[in-house]
Nanobody, 124 residues
Framework: QGQLVASGGGSAQAGGSLRLSCAAS????????MGWFRQATGKEREGVAG????????YYADSVKGRFAISRDNAKNTLYLQMNSLKPEDTALYYCAATSGGGCYPGVANVIYWGQGTQVTVSS
């Protein structure tokens, strides 16, 4: 059974920064693509960023390109999402997940394990 524990959400002003972390159990971290998803109120869950098991970036949503950066620390089995230049439209519940297939594209259908959500709220 894999386990993903996300942390680091909170509140920020527009233009500010937050960093999300996702600690993964060892039995899943090295074997899967990893990704970040988000779900705003009333909207579908969407993939934000993805990474291959070796750490190379596989995907950024157009809405976050140039502002967000996904990375992995393989020594700590931890996935990160650095979020800069935050906008109110980034407000959502953010989830980390382990995915498989699809070229490591973070699609909901590719998710094998979900972490719990962490809330990000950006005020203008």
């Amino acid at each position: 059974q894999g386990q993903l524990v996300a942390s680091g959400g909170g509140s920020a002003q527009a233009g500010g920064s937050l960093r999300l972390s996702c600690a993964a159990s060892e039995n899943i971290y090295g074997d899967y693509c990893m990704g970040w998803f988000r779900q705003a109120t009333g909207k579908e869950r969407e993939g934000v960023a993805g990474t291959y098991s070796g750490g190379e970036v596989s995907y950024y949503a157009d809405s976050v390109k140039g502002r967000f950066a996904i990375s992995r620390d393989n020594a700590k089995n931890t996935l990160y999402l650095q979020m800069n230049s935050l906008k109110p439209e980034d407000t959502a519940l953010y989830y980390c997940a382990a995915t498989s297939g699809g070229g490591c594209y973070p699609g909901v259908a590719n998710v094998i394990y979900w972490g719990q959500g962490t809330q990000v709220t950006v005020s203008s």
